[in-house]
């Protein structure tokens, strides 16, 4: 390699283009955390619609407060509060989840090369399974998916995906356009290289 080109390629390594900045990943994680929590409310409204159109053999207390209930089993306090705090704490669980998932999506949204919407969907698809087939039956907390009645889980996956798709159009990324498309740094010469997955490609969010 010569200096001329050694020099040129140091150069755009260090370029801001390509230089974390610390400023920017926090407000991506918040922006992420708040569009998250509109998704989660869009989520909670889904959810609450389709349980009304499953059969009465099928309906059951939300998962949400399923999952706190089993999570803080074994705290006394829990039992002993009254029946609406124990609703506000299950709520509170579910938003916090939904805003810790959206900030996750913010930070990873533009490596998904898909239209945005498309990302957010994809994205509340992986965190149903992660959850609903992953750790949630792994801790014994609900079955898996293949156990469960499938109105019930046809309803946490539309509740997913409506969560992803809302969460992307809260994050405001409108463009089209693919993420490994827009990365690409013009070079002199005419040639192409993809550029650091940065700014808003690790700040937009589903």
């Keep these: 390699m010569s200096p001329r080109t050694r020099t040129r390629d140091q150069m755009h390594a260090h370029s801001p283009r390509n230089t974390p900045i610390p400023g920017k990943e926090l407000k991506a994680v918040l922006v992420g955390a708040v569009t998250g929590l509109v998704g989660t409310t869009a989520m909670t409204a889904t959810m609450m619609g389709l349980e009304q159109k499953l059969p009465r053999h099928e309906r059951e207390p939300l998962e949400p407060r399923r999952i706190t209930e089993s999570l803080l089993a074994g705290a006394s306090t829990f039992h002993a509060l009254p029946e609406r705090q124990k ?98 740094i013009p070079r002199r010469g005419g040639s192409n290289e993809p550029g650091g997955i940065g700014g808003k490609g690790s700040s937009s969010t589903a």
């Design 87 to 184: 609703a506000d704490l299950s709520i509170l669980a579910h938003l916090g989840y939904g805003a810790a998932m959206g900030a996750l999506y913010q930070t990873i949204e533009r490596r998904l090369p898909l239209p945005p919407l498309a990302r957010g969907a994809a994205f509340g698809l992986m965190v149903w399974a992660a959850s609903y087939a992953g750790w949630l039956p792994a801790l014994g907390i609900l079955p898996p998916p293949h156990r469960r009645p499938v109105g019930r889980n046809g309803l946490l996956i539309a509740s997913h995906l409506m969560w992803g798709v809302v969460t992307a159009a809260a994050s405001g990324g409108s463009s089209t356009t693919p993420s490994y498309r827009r990365n690409v």
